[in-house]
């Protein structure tokens, strides 16, 4: 194809740039031919000018378009070249955040320096048993691809793990390992895979140290073989390990550390554990201060320690080894802290008790003197004679350092020797992968001889590489048939063989090695001789004589000569040797022995079991071991490399390439240099290279025709679509050789899909144009037409607009006068009564105030007259006061003066004692007398004192009048000469008042004013404040409909609160039931270990050595766990027994561990059960108390059934009792030895005494019929017993009780009532007219009866008429349904479907036919039965009458009518017997030989359950306690050994777990309880358990059930595990919508399985079957629901998973096709009914990832539409859909980062899980509801075709 068609305006190109090695442009002009620059615009909008080189005219690489970039593999970009691939990765690892990336063969890993959810469990079971192409690229899928090759082609594999330090590698090994051990699991209880993955904290300890690169690089190459057998689980592993860098013991650059081992030490120095070993911090010792970095942020070394300690545990390092290893290693820092001083120039010496010497020596247990000794000495050896010699101050010190380095090597060995000797076992390995971790190409600063090695690695494994990439694709195109030419690639065997050939640079470094004065310079000097003129890829620098340059195949290295020789001598003082040999620590010699045996630091015990074993130690034939040790590194490191490419040559090899973005370890930072670099020198350009040389795209002929239709013509597309493409590709691409036609693909150039994407997008740009053309025209044209509309609808309503306003303006104008004239009439009457009430207001206000001065005036005078007459009164009174005080006065003077004479004369008188004897003589009457007086005069005092005081104020009151009047008087005096004065002064004052109207006048008018602005103003507020008013009443209405919605709110809360705690309840019983599931799973699991170790202790007994493992189908069983005390003690046995036998294998801290395990598991199972017996015990009670609630209601039983029932009771104790006495009487006579057990006398004896209960039982059952017809015609007929005996009779025929004497009776009564006739006055004496009553009310209770009956049997069959019809109405709509489902289907499954309705519709029927017939079959046998019994009856009943005809009278009177006694057949109690012998053959024949497919098809469903639970019965009615615990301990067995045998066969499975469910049915449906009898049948609750309480056997069946249902789920994921990918991602349900994408995805052709291709279709008609199966197996309603459901779940998850693990399924159409394929599982949902109970809502993350494949995703509205919408998904799902949304056609956008970002900025919130994967193995707990059986055991059959003849119905 011409450049010009390719480069043309618009064009996108890849010019160098100096700073991100390649920059975008586009192309401003068409380039021409001949044209020496182009014209480009870079992305940033500036224009360059880009020159051609004019010797070359190569044009820039062109880009491939935006469609193409983010593909998962290299290989598959149409324009194949360094740029296209440096920016593939770029977007893939910073946009999308995608580590891994396919390039052809080798898988693309770039260390993202991030933890990363994508290597958990779920990812693993994921990418297992998928094909490499199918899921993204990850190192699981390269794990799988090696495993699955592996056993595919029984060839041993390799993955080699290859890059720079800290690129990854050592991670990318520990995950495939991590893989296999997973997938493969281990074949012992040893743990194998645990061991192996416990090897790697280990290694990475003692061989990983950080560095200026890596915090965590590996300093050490390790291969490692995991070993498998013939099922390909894993059984052992062996490590080889490479090139150990001994000098970072010794030496660390700045910012590194010394092996992580030492920090650990350092760090966890404190505990007391360690004090011994006397260390401290790090900074403390030379060997780990150095790097003056001894701390790794977020590395946490105490705890690294213990991780350490726990895998030296799990792989056998005792913890005696353990404390020795820190020793050494305790003892090689004190060695570095060993000070030595310069004693002169030649010598040296240690100053004596050194500290840390000392410490050395007691760690190591040798002596101080001669480790300081020979320290500073060296001892020479000559022919003759031995010198010591002294060594200088450095020499000293390189020895101590030497010594360190020899120390720490022999340690590593040691260590790997033994943990290859934990992961050896002894079973025969078949085959292995190896895992090569092992170091990148390398180029420093400084390189020397380490990078010399590492780099010499690289040669021989690129080389390898280009070898295997070359056959690969010479065999894709033999394979194809494709003319094949050699493609030239760049070989670098001249460089391998100038470092590896004779006479190349390791023969002359250990030829110099050998020379006794050898140096690094004359060997340099040797090289340059040898090779500088011989050899271009050696080059010696121009500015030095000490260093050489070798063209690699990545780079030119500069390598210093420097300690080149000393470290291929690698030598070690011998004295310093000996002591340590000499060494008191048993380790440290240990150490040394096994050196002597060793061939190098790098040595490995070789192992056993058939394993391929590699290691670097020649042959003994030809080198003896005593010289081993002389051979040099470089020697040892090739051997091992050429035995290394012999392995991985025998081997099929997969590559993971490990790239290291940038050098600062920042998360998902791209640097361009760095990338470029790595990926030159780690092969991956190389492959692109090759696979551009050829044909890199290539497709099949179905996707070439998918993705080109559109380029094709009607005319050009043919049946056969291979020749369609070829015609296609003529006419489109004319060049023959940019394409070729293979067998099954097209292969195409480099460029030619770019091509062909251009002409398709150009098709569909022109078919958009012409689409969008009539899409606008109709548009517009539309929209041309609707405005027109429009318009004239305008004017028509503006017309009528401005007709309507002229109308109204008329109508206002005139509207206007009117009003004006009524306006202006009220404002003249409103002036006019203003005036008038102004005037009468003036009027009002004049004379009021004439009036009130008038009244004022009178007022005036009337108050004056009163204040004379007060005045007056006054006066008066003062004066007759002051006269009358006068006249007191003159009273009192006057008496006084008498007074005085008189007591003058009593002085006198009272002086003489004369007198006073005359006075004492009737002194005391006198003084009575005297008192008598005192009291009197008192008494008038008092009263006169009153008359005083009221006459003192009535004159006080008169003379107060007096002074008023006369205060008046003077007042009207003065006012009589005021008033001419006051005439003129009224005159002013009238003046003035006239004066204060007119003012007042004035005032009152502003006052109206004031009143009519105030009244205006309160008429404002009252309207406010009625508003204030609504307005608070609305507040008061809204607070109430508040209150109501708050309360309401608070009611609808508390349901919600209530219903929340009902959910998380139930999701805490779900949690329960999960967990105590989980340990039942857990539980069978060891116990299927514990099979499988009993199978291969048996096997290893029994077969021969190298013996095959048989299948585990063809495993003994006899181990089955039970529930059986004696069964468990036989088991304790049985498992010691395997105990002490399996000792000398199996590892006894395992196995009691294991045990350990086992009894927890057990302990929490039973605390699991108990707590979910003691719910369900709750739940039970509460239901048995609303059962007695209902049971209050139920009313008594008819009169005739209590007699009947108590008559039965009587009886049943009777014969009871009289067996009882008959067994007694046996057993008496048993011991004797006459009649014991099993003796035919016995055996006589038993039959006839069960014949004699059969015939009792008839008997009863006669007797009843008797008495009550004896009853009813003794009433009837009977008319001579008096009244006051009308009980004789009845009475009497109570007491009769046997069978002759009832008949005697009744004809001796017949007798009676036949004789002369009855006399009627003696009728009520006799009592007649009473009996003849009871009669007749007996007669009408049994007729009442009878029509009750009948009524009934009429209910019944309206009922079942019913019932039938409503089935009908059913099979009709179904028939409608079901024709026009196949009128929507095409022709062929038409028919198809219409056959399989008609087939089920056949056997439907055959199997109501087949339940007819036994029924019909039962019924006739049962007649025949009743006939014989009536027949015999009829012959005694007429022997009877025979013996009865005595009296001639009767025979004249009344002829004889028999009495007719039904006799019924023998009534069956729903048991089966079976003798103890027959059990084996019971359970044989109902279990383990039982076809499910006869059963389920001809009987009816649970029979084995139902005949089971039958045998139970009678061995709980004869109370045999061992035979009830054998029966149920066999049933379980059996059923565990039918389904450990045939366990893969769902419809086994799906039979058993129906049976087993029906089978704990039973025992809870006739258990007694009253839970559970409320549901039954009287008769069923007679058939119900007397004897045991088989609670706990339940709870046993329950837990089998459990595993059943887990085994189903389990075999049903199996079936629709590989239907599901194919039928809801990858099959196009919805043909033509989601076009193949031009991905080319480049497939390895082995991976691919040669499997039939499952649709939609499949998984459906699959879950038909499911469902069917189980329908016919009889299995529970609810049950099956919670089978679909977790069959939905599964679907929906893989979908899920799938989906987010493929980036080629992430796009608008897919999206279409998934909501399209789960809108046909919802129907299928509906078609079953089976819409109801959670199912489609397992679906729901499935409907929303693909809702998100389908939204708009570009604004801040569509952000949170998406946050909305996708509660079902986590934010990680939500992010890695939008990070792998992959448009398919050019016209979709991708998702930009910032929207993602904003999603993952609104979803931070959110509290969810970080997994990624939805859990495919989860499991819903499982319930089984009670579901009772409304079939009547006794009606049981036992068809002939179960061979169960032993049986016997009872």
């Known amino acids: 194809m011409a450049a010009s068609e390719l480069y043309t305006k618009s064009a996108r190109v890849?010019?160098?740039?100096?700073?991100?090695?390649?920059?975008?442009?586009?192309?401003?002009?068409?380039?021409?031919?001949?044209?020496?620059?182009?014209?480009?615009?870079?992305?940033?909008?500036?224009?360059?000018?880009?020159?051609?080189?004019?010797?070359?005219?190569?044009?820039?690489?062109?880009?491939?378009?935006?469609?193409?970039?983010?593909?998962?593999?290299?290989t598959a970009l149409s324009y194949l070249h360094e740029p296209a691939v440096l920016h593939n990765l770029k977007v893939r690892f910073v946009d999308s955040k995608l580590i891994y990336t396919y390039c052809g063969i080798v898988l693309v890993a770039i260390n993202p320096y991030e933890p990363l959810p994508i290597y958990g469990t779920d990812i693993i079971n994921a990418y297992s048993g998928q094909n490499m192409g199918d899921m993204d690229p990850h190192i699981f899928a390269v794990a799988e691809e090696a495993y699955k090759q592996m056993a595919r082609d029984e060839r041993n594999q390799s993955i080699i793990v290859s890059g720079e330090s800290g690129a990854g590698k050592t991670v990318s090994a520990k995950y495939a390992m991590r893989y296999f051990a997973t997938v493969s699991g281990a074949t012992s209880e040893a743990n194998v895979e645990q061991k192996v993955l416990a090897s790697n904290p280990i290694m990475e300890a003692i061989g990983n140290?950080?560095?200026?690169?890596?915090?965590?690089?590996?300093?050490?190459?390790?291969?490692?073989?995991?070993?498998?057998?013939?099922?390909?689980?894993?059984?052992?592993?062996n490590m080889r390990t490479y090139l150990l860098e001994k000098s970072r013991v010794v030496f660390q650059a700045d910012e590194e550390r010394n092996y992580h081992i030492f920090y650990q030490l350092c760090a966890s120095s404190h505990l007391p554990e360690y004090k011994a070993l006397k260390l401290s911090n790090a900074n403390d010792f030379l060997y780990t201060r150095q790097g003056r970095s001894p701390v790794i942020y977020g590395v946490d070394d105490t705890n690294e320690l213990s991780t350490t300690r726990k895998a030296f545990t799990l792989l056998g390092i005792n913890e005696s080894n353990q404390k020795g290893l820190f020793q050494v290693l305790a003892a090689i820092l004190h060695l570095g802290n060993v000070e030595i001083k310069d004693r002169d120039s030649d010598s040296s010496v240690i100053p004596p008790n050194n500290r840390h010497l000392t410490a050395f020596c007691e760690l190591v247990g040798v002596t101080y003197q001669d480790m300081s000794q020979w320290l500073c000495h060296r001892k020479l050896k000559t022919a003759t004679e031995t010198y010591i010699k002294t060594l200088p101050r450095l020499q000293a010190t390189n020895a101590r350092d030497a010594l360190s380095k020899h120390i720490y090597a022999k340690l590593f060995n040691w260590i790997v020797e033994h943990v290859n000797k934990a992961l050896i076992t002894n079973i025969k390995q078949h085959s292995f992968i190896g895992v090569l971790d092992i170091y990148g190409f390398e180029t420093f600063e400084i390189n020397s001889f380490e990078q010399f090695c590492i780099n010499y690695a690289n040669e021989k494994l690129q080389q390898q590489f280009n070898m295997h990439v070359f056959k690969l694709e010479q065999e894709e195109y033999m394979r194809e048939q494709i003319p094949w030419t050699l493609i030239d690639f760049y070989d670098n065997q001249p460089c391998i063989n100038l470092i590896e050939a004779k006479m190349g640079i390791l023969d002359l470094l250990d030829e110099e090695c050998k020379m006794p004065k050898g140096s690094d310079d004359s060997w340099a000097q040797k090289l340059y001789n040898t090779h500088l003129k011989a050899c271009s890829l050696f080059e010696k620098p121009r500015m030095s004589n000490r260093a050489f340059i070798i063209q690699h195949f990545a780079d030119k290295v500069e390598y210093q000569c420097e300690g080149f020789l000393e470290k291929n001598k690698d030598t070690v003082n011998e004295e310093q040797i000996n002591v340590l040999k000499a060494s008191k620590f048993h380790l440290l010699v240990e150490l040394f022995h096994d050196g002597e045996k060793a061939t190098s630091p790098t040595g490995q015990v070789s192992g056993t079991g058939g394993r391929t074993r590699l290691s670097i130690k020649p042959d003994k034939g030809r080198e003896k071991s005593s010289k081993e040790h002389k051979k040099t590194v470089g020697c040892q490191f090739r051997n091992s490399l050429q035995m290394l490419m012999g392995t991985l040559n025998a081997t099929t090899p997969h590559y993971v390439r490990c790239i290291k973005p940038n050098d600062f370890k920042l998360a998902f930072t791209f640097d361009p240099k760095r990338a470029v670099q790595q990926l030159r020198a780690c092969g991956v350009l190389e492959t692109i290279r090759i696979s551009a040389a050829g044909f890199p795209s290539r497709w099949t002929y179905q996707e070439f025709f998918s993705r080109y239709r559109v380029l094709m013509k009607q005319k050009d597309v043919l049946a056969d679509k291979k020749l369609t493409c070829r015609n296609v590709l003529e006419q489109l691409v004319q060049d023959q050789d940019k394409y070729q036609f293979g067998k099954t693909k097209i292969f195409f150039r480099a460029g030619q899909v770019a091509y062909l994407e251009k002409l398709r997008a150009e098709k569909l740009r022109a078919a958009c144009i012409r689409i969008q053309k009539t899409i606008r025209c109709w548009l517009e044209r539309k929209k041309y037409l609707r405005k027109r509309s429009s318009a004239i609808t305008i004017q028509r309503f503006t017309r009528g607009y401005q007709a309507r306003c002229l109308a109204k303006f008329m109508r206002r104008t005139q509207a206007a006068t009117v009003i004006q004239k009524y306006q202006r009439m009220c404002v003249e009457r409103k002036r006019y009564r203003q005036k008038q009430a102004a005037a009468l207001v003036m009027q009002t206000i004049l004379r009021a105030y004439m009036a009130r001065q008038k009244y004022q005036a009178l007022r005036r005078e009337h108050k004056a007259v009163i204040i004379q007459k007060r005045v007056r009164g006054w006066l008066a009174r003062c004066w007759y006061k002051r006269c009358l005080v006068s006249i007191v006065y003159l009273q009192c003077c006057f008496r006084r003066m008498k007074a005085r004479r008189e007591l003058k004369k009593l002085k006198i008188e009272a002086r003489s004692v004369q007198h006073l004897k005359k006075l004492n003589k009737g002194m005391e009457n006198k003084i009575m007398q005297l008192q008598r007086k005192i009291d009197e005069q008192n008494k008038d005092k008092r009263l006169v004192n009153e008359k005083l005081v009221s006459l003192e104020t009535t004159y006080t009151a008169e003379s107060e009048r007096m002074r008023g009047e006369l205060s008046r008087l003077r007042g009207v005096e003065e006012d009589a000469k005021n008033k001419g004065n006051q005439v003129s002064s009224l005159l002013e004052e009238l003046e003035k008042l006239r004066k204060e109207l007119s003012s007042t006048q004035k005032e009152k008018k502003t006052i109206e004013d004031w009143a009519q602005t105030y009244r205006n103003e309160m008429e404002k507020m009252v309207s406010e404040l009625k508003e204030q008013n609504g307005s608070l009443k609305k507040e008061k209405d809204d607070l109430n409909r508040s209150i109501q919605e708050q309360s309401q709110q608070m009611t609808e809360k508390m349901a919600r609160v209530i219903l929340e705690e009902t959910q998380q309840l139930k999701t805490d019983l779900n949690e329960e039931r999960s967990r105590y599931q989980n340990l039942l799973t857990e539980h069978r699991r060891l116990e299927e270990k514990h099979d499988d170790l009993k199978e291969e202790m048996v096997s290893s007994n029994v077969s021969k050595p190298g013996h095959r493992r048989r299948d585990s189908t063809h495993s003994s069983n006899g181990s089955?766990?039970?529930?059986?005390?004696?069964?468990?003690?036989?088991?304790?046995?049985?498992?010691?027994?395997?105990?002490?036998?399996?000792?000398?294998?199996?590892?006894?801290?395992?196995?009691?561990?294991?045990?350990?395990?086992?009894?927890?598991?057990?302990?929490?199972?039973?605390?699991?059960?108990?707590?979910?017996e003691n719910k369900e015990d709750q739940f039970q009670r509460a239901r048995a108390r609303d059962d007695v609630e209902f049971k209050k209601a139920r009313g008594a039983e008819l009169e005739y059934e209590s007699l009947k029932r108590q008559e039965l009771d009587s009886e049943n104790k009777k014969l009871k009792h009289d067996l009882v006495e008959i067994r007694q009487s046996l057993l008496g006579k048993a011991a004797t030895g006459a009649g014991a057990p099993g003796s035919p006398a016995y055996k006589v004896v038993l039959e006839q005494l069960n014949a004699s209960c059969e015939e009792l039982e008839v008997r009863k059952e006669e007797v009843l019929i008797l008495r009550s017809q004896l009853v009813s015609q003794k009433e009837a007929m009977h008319h001579k017993e008096t009244m006051t005996e009308p009980s004789f009779y009845v009475e009497d025929v109570s007491k009769l009780k046997d069978a002759d004497e009832l008949k005697q009776a009744y004809m001796g009564l017949k007798d009676t009532n036949r004789s002369a006739a009855p006399d009627f006055h003696k009728l009520n004496e006799d009592g007649e007219l009473w009996l003849v009553n009871q009669g007749l009310k007996e007669t009408i209770r049994l007729l009442e009866h009878q029509l009750q009956t009948q009524r009934r049997g009429y209910d019944n069959e309206v009922e079942s008429l019913r019932g039938e019809l409503h089935n009908v109405k059913e099979e009709n709509n179904r028939q409608q349904q079901l024709l026009a489902q196949n009128l929507q289907l095409p022709p062929e499954a038409r028919i198809e479907a219409s056959l399989q309705h008609e087939i089920t519709r056949l056997t439907n029927e055959n199997l109501d036919l087949m339940e007819q017939l036994e029924k019909q079959d039962r019924t006739i046998r049962k007649l025949k039965k009743q006939l014989k019994?009536?027949?015999?009856?009829?012959?005694?009943?007429?022997?009877?009458?025979?013996?009865?005809?005595?009296?001639p009278g009767q025979m004249v009177d009344e002829p004889i009518h028999p009495v007719n006694i039904p006799r019924r057949e023998k009534d069956f109690q729903g048991m089966l017997e079976y003798k103890k012998e027959d059990e084996l053959k019971l359970v044989k024949n109902l279990i383990l030989e039982l076809k499910p497919r006869g059963v389920a098809v001809n009987l009816i469903p649970g029979l084995p359950a139902y005949i089971l639970f039958m045998c139970l019965r009678h061995a709980d009615y004869n109370n045999d306690d061992q035979k009830v615990r054998t029966l149920l301990t066999s049933t379980i067995n059996s059923i565990k050994k039918i389904l450990k045998k045939r366990g893969d066969d769902f419809e086994t499975v799906s039979f058993w777990?129906?049976?087993?469910?029906?089978?704990?049915?039973?025992?809870?449906?006739?258990?007694?309880?009253?839970?559970?009898?409320?549901?039954?049948?009287?008769?069923?609750?007679?058939?119900?358990?007397?004897?045991?309480?088989?609670?706990?056997?339940?709870?046993?069946?329950?837990?089998?059930?459990?595993?059943?249902?887990?085994?189903?789920?389990?075999?049903?994921?199996?079936?629709?595990?590989?239907?599901i990918v194919s039928g809801m991602l990858e099959h196009e349900t919805i043909q033509g919508v989601s076009g193949v994408k031009p991905t080319g995805l480049r497939k390895r052709t082995s991976s691919i399985a040669d499997e039939g291709t499952y649709t939609l279709d499949s998984i459906l008609r699959q879950l038909s079957a499911f469902h069917s199966t189980m329908c016919q197996h009889g299995t529970d309603p609810e049950l099956i629901k919670q089978v679909v459901k977790q069959q939905f779940y599964i679907i929906g998850a893989v979908t899920l998973n799938n989906l987010l693990l493929r980036k080629d399924m992430c796009s608008w159409s897919k999206g279409m096709q998934i909501r399209y394929n789960v809108s046909q599982l919802e129907e299928w949902l509906r078609d079953k009914g089976l819409m109801t109970f959670g199912a489609k809502e397992t679906l729901e993350p499935l409907i929303q990832a693909a809702q998100l494949l389908q939204v708009k995703k570009k604004t801040d509205e569509d952000a949170g539409a998406i946050c909305s919408m996708c509660l079902g998904l986590t934010t990680a799902q939500i992010v890695k859909v939008l990070n792998l949304y992959t448009p398919v056609n050019e016209f979709e956008e991708r998702v930009s980062v910032s929207f993602i970002r904003t999603i993952q900025t609104r979803l931070r919130d959110r509290c969810e899980s970080p997994q990624l994967l939805m859990d495919t193995k989860m499991i819903y707990p499982v319930t089984f509801p009670f579901s009772p059986s409304s079939l009547a055991l006794e009606t049981i059959q036992i068809p002939g075709s179960l061979n169960l003849g032993f049986l016997t119905r009872v």
């Open 209 to 237: 140290a950080k560095t200026t690169r890596n915090d965590n690089s590996s300093r050490f190459g390790k291969y490692i073989e995991i070993g498998f057998d013939t099922r390909y689980r894993i059984i052992g592993a």
């Open 1429 to 1447: 019994v009536y027949s015999k009856r009829i012959g005694e009943m007429g022997a009877g009458q025979a013996e009865g005809q005595t009296s």
């Open 1120 to 1172: 089955e766990y039970t529930y059986n005390s004696e069964y468990a003690e036989l088991e304790e046995g049985s498992r010691a027994a395997e105990v002490r036998s399996l000792a000398s294998r199996i590892d006894t801290s395992l196995t009691l561990k294991l045990q350990k395990r086992l009894t927890g598991l057990e302990q929490d199972n039973q605390s699991l059960r108990n707590e979910l």
């Open 14 to 74: 890849w010019i160098p740039d100096a700073e991100e090695v390649w920059k975008s442009a586009e192309l401003n002009k068409d380039y021409k031919n001949g044209d020496v620059s182009l014209q480009l615009m870079l992305e940033d909008g500036t224009n360059v000018e880009h020159k051609l080189d004019p010797k070359t005219k190569n044009l820039p690489y062109l880009r491939n378009p935006d469609i193409l970039v983010g593909e998962n593999d290299l």
């Open 1553 to 1619: 777990l129906a049976n087993t469910c029906r089978f704990l049915h039973c025992l809870k449906q006739y258990s007694g309880d009253e839970a559970f009898m409320k549901h039954n049948t009287q008769r069923q609750n007679e058939h119900s358990l007397s004897n045991f309480d088989l609670a706990e056997y339940r709870q046993v069946i329950s837990d089998l059930a459990i595993q059943i249902y887990q085994q189903l789920i389990k075999c049903m994921e199996n079936i629709l595990q590989p239907m």
